[in-house]
């Protein structure tokens, strides 16, 4: 567990994270979504949460940087600055995001690093977001073949939901991949 000391200093540093090619391989995968309610995790500049706005009807922004939600370039009505989905008291119909995922020794960069195999930071955001997940409800994350990604849908399955991977897209360096979580019975 990182120092509160630390993990200030980690936050000072923080930038915020510009869209990607992670971000907009998840954009893709938003077209069609519609619903009640959908929450953007780790929401960064809120260009995801943006293109959630017009077809939810309530859609809220997390993410653990205080300076990332000051500065957001695509401000979002509902943010709060919390880990993952602690802070929240409400299920959603579609849940999405773009992971911290690679593989570090210690959390330098908290828009990219994930800890241990780039586990340890994706754990606990999916712990904190599984519960907040409507019955019916979809869950995408963006993930990596920088980080143990089969690792990560086993966690995700012993926490009894379905995950499967449902697109993958081959960069220079890395392999995207996308994961889509449901519950069991949905
Ligand atoms: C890869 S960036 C994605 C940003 C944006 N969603 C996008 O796709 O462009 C990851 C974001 O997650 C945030 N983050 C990291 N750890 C978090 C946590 N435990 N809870 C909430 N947000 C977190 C970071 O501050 C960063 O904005």
Redesign the pocket.
């Known amino acids: 567990m990182m120092k509160s000391s630390n993990l200030q200093k980690t936050l000072k540093k923080?930038e915020q994270?510009l869209?990607?090619e992670?971000?907009f391989f998840?954009a893709d995968h938003l077209e069609g979504l519609s619903g009640d309610s959908a929450l953007?995790?780790?929401?960064?500049?809120g260009?995801?949460t943006d293109i959630l706005k017009s077809t939810f009807r309530l859609v809220v922004g997390?993410?653990?940087?205080f300076n990332?939600l000051v500065e957001q370039n695509f401000k979002t009505q509902n943010v709060i600055c919390c880990?993952?989905a602690d802070a929240l008291n409400l299920d959603f119909d579609v849940i999405i995001c773009?992971?911290?995922y690679l593989a570090t020794d210690e959390i330098i960069d908290?828009?990219?690093d994930g800890g241990k195999d780039g586990l340890e930071?994706p754990q606990?955001?999916i712990s904190s977001a599984l519960p907040h997940l409507s019955k019916q409800g979809k869950f995408l994350f963006v993930t990596s073949s920088l980080s143990d990604y089969m690792g990560l849908i086993d966690f995700v399955q012993s926490k009894n939901f379905k995950a499967k991977i449902i697109d993958r897209k081959k960069l220079f360096y890395e392999e995207l991949i996308i994961v889509e979580v449901k519950h069991l019975l949905s």
């Open positions: 923080s994270y869209p990607a992670d971000t998840l953007d995790i780790g929401c960064g500049s260009y995801l997390t993410d653990i940087s990332t880990n993952s773009n992971l911290p908290v828009a990219t930071i606990k955001i």
